[in-house]
């Protein structure tokens, strides 16, 4: 048994994997690969394991990695994977959403610094500006409350429900959108279902925590924005792509939303020159969503036990479809 895993990975996913006789080969890149290095890299594996979503898992590559039977991603995005292809050639694709609790926490710690205005008063300190006291520095800064306000939450997975549960937190209303109505959730968390349109004009706050597909791909458009309110901030740790960035930048540029906290961008790394990064009114971060230790060797290892799952014949824990049915998205 062979294991191709795309770029470096934490010691103990490859402990997991070598003390169970499957053979290791790793990029040794921290980085994205080349394709060639990646097509390279797939010849003649059982298994691969895409620490990133960078390499592009395509039918030219399927062909080459003929000896396949499962593809675990370290991570919950697969826009990078030919579903299709993977079902039709009887090939897992499988996810580690172990890491959702640790991408609530950043999104909400977006959702408050860009209604406060943190990142900016921190660069006031420590540029040595704040010279003298007065309500001349609590002007400079003014923000908007987050107690008792409405969010709306786009897409009520894992990450979407961990999300309500902070609001709660913070006394605020919570209403969510989801291609699926989810009762149970709303009679546990005490949140409301409302249309794509009543999430956009009744929501102080937007998270979007759902998967890029052909069907969110630049959902959050003028047409979108034009419904929000002038105050409202958007929050994005999902995909890049979901969001319009041209649409975006020119609302905010024209108080016409009122800010916005991005740790995903399209494309990644955000380009130097978008004009977003002119804006004081949006906080930034780079694909932050999982970087915490703990997590990252938790997410690492649950790609590992995925593989030796397939590898031993026994059924994946957290596949993107069974084999012989259609694809669901956990």
């Not at 294991?3 to 990975?9: K, L």
């Not at 039918?59 to 003929?66: G, L, N, T, V, W």
């Not at 300190?125 to 409405?150: C, I, L, P, S």
Request: hydrophobic share 40%; glycine share 8%; charged share 25%.
């Amino acid at each position: 048994m062979k294991v191709f895993i795309t770029q470096n990975i934490e010691q103990e996913s490859i402990d997991v994997l070598e003390k169970n006789g499957v053979e290791v080969v790793t990029s040794g890149k921290d980085g994205p690969l080349t394709r060639q290095e990646f097509l390279n890299g797939i010849k003649d594996v059982d298994g691969i394991i895409f620490v990133w979503h960078t390499e592009q898992m395509d039918k030219e590559a399927f062909e080459i990695a003929s000896n396949l039977k499962i593809i675990a991603r370290r991570g919950v995005g697969y826009d990078n994977i030919d579903l299709e292809e993977a079902k039709r050639r009887n090939i897992y694709v499988t996810v580690t959403p172990v890491h959702t609790h640790t991408i609530a926490d950043l999104t909400f710690g977006l959702l408050i610094n860009a209604a406060r205005k943190i990142h900016l008063a921190d660069a006031f300190v420590r540029n040595g500006q704040w010279t003298e006291g007065g309500v001349w520095v609590a002007r400079k800064f003014m923000g908007y409350d987050v107690h008792h306000k409405t969010i709306g939450i786009i897409g009520l997975g894992k990450i979407g429900k961990h999300m309500a549960k902070r609001a709660k937190g913070f006394d605020m209303k919570v209403v969510y959108y989801d291609v699926f109505r989810q009762p149970e959730a709303e009679e546990e968390l005490g949140i409301s279902y409302v249309t794509l349109d009543e999430l956009y004009t009744k929501s102080d706050f937007i998270t979007i925590n759902c998967a890029l597909t052909e069907s969110t791909k630049n959902m959050i458009n003028h047409e979108a924005i034009d419904k929000m309110k002038d105050t409202a901030v958007i929050v994005v740790s999902a995909r890049g792509g979901i969001v319009d960035e041209t649409a975006l930048y020119e609302a905010l540029s024209e108080g016409r939303l009122g800010a916005a906290g991005m740790d995903v961008f399209e494309p990644e790394p955000i380009l130097p020159d978008n004009p977003l990064l002119k804006l004081n009114n949006v906080v930034f971060t780079p694909h932050l969503g999982a970087s915490v230790q703990e997590t990252r060797v938790l997410m690492a290892v649950t790609a590992a036990e995925e593989v030796l799952r397939v590898m031993k014949e026994e059924k994946p824990k957290f596949p993107l479809f069974e084999l012989g049915e259609g694809i669901k998205v956990n």
